[in-house]
């Protein structure tokens, strides 16, 4: 089965600056896709990244970039410029591309935290 | 600006009691989720389905939940008797499976107490 690992409960950045957030998993499949969700007071789920496992090129969305390290199992959000409104839980999640197995497996999420 | 539509957003109910809840997925998606979350459990799957075909139910209670999709703008979670341990926000979530990235779309979700 897969598992998804946050390690760090909780993190707090200061306005402007750059955090990482840290997410590992486990999976015995070759190809899969990887995703971060944002998750704001609102409680809206919103995709902010994702990376397909055979692509090495590290995803990018504007102020927000990812670490794919495949062989590690690693898959780490670097958030760029923090800004108030970047504040929110953040869910790693994986999932399975083979037919019928496309559930997503969450971690536990980590509470960030951009402070004025 | 398509959207996933859930209803109620929020339902109080007292234990012993029916719960429905219904999601509209985005027009053309093909593949619906239901989701759970709780402070302990994290996110995790309850259903899924294609095509309107259920497909994984396997983290659903069998003895009190149903998962349905009686056409193919509406998916039902129900939930029959409710009890305090289902309070939780449920989240439906759609996607054009498999493809598009393998993105879901997720609801407002449903905020549940059972007291």
């Known amino acids: 089965a897969q598992t998804v690992t946050q390690s760090q409960p909780e993190m707090s950045v200061q306005e402007a600056e750059t955090v990482t957030l840290s997410c590992t998993y486990d999976?015995?499949?070759?190809?899969?896709?990887l995703f971060w969700y944002k998750q704001p007071p609102s409680r809206q789920m919103i995709l902010v990244i994702r990376?397909?496992?055979?692509?090495?090129q590290n995803a990018t969305e504007n102020r927000f970039s990812v670490n794919f390290q495949k062989a590690a199992k690693s898959f780490s959000l670097k958030i760029s410029d923090s800004q108030l409104g970047d504040t929110a839980m953040y869910f790693c999640?994986?999932?399975?591309?083979?037919?019928?197995?496309?559930?997503?497996?969450f971690g536990k999420g980590t509470k960030l935290t951009v402070n004025p | 600006d398509a959207r996933v539509t859930q209803t109620p957003r929020h339902k109080v109910t007292e234990m012993g009691q029916e719960v429905t809840m219904r999601c509209q997925p985005i027009?053309?998606?093909?593949?619906v989720f239901w989701y759970r979350q709780t402070m302990m459990q994290g996110l995790e799957l309850l259903a899924y389905?294609?095509?309107?075909?259920?497909?994984?139910d396997s983290g659903m209670p069998k003895d009190r939940f149903s998962a349905e999709m009686p056409d193919a703008t509406l998916a039902t979670l129900k939930i029959q008797p409710s009890e305090p341990r289902d309070s939780a926000v449920y989240f439906c979530?759609?996607?054009?499976?498999?493809?598009?990235?393998?993105?879901?779309?997720f609801g407002p979700g449903t905020r549940l107490t059972v007291t």
């Open positions: 979530a759609s996607g054009l499976l498999p493809g598009e990235g393998y993105e879901q779309y």
């Open positions: 999976t015995s499949e070759n190809n899969y896709y």
């Open positions: 990376q397909e496992a055979y692509k090495q």
């Open positions: 999640a994986f999932t399975r591309i083979q037919g019928g197995s496309e559930k997503l497996v």
């Open positions: 027009l053309g998606h093909n593949t």
């Open positions: 389905f294609r095509n309107r075909a259920p497909l994984d």
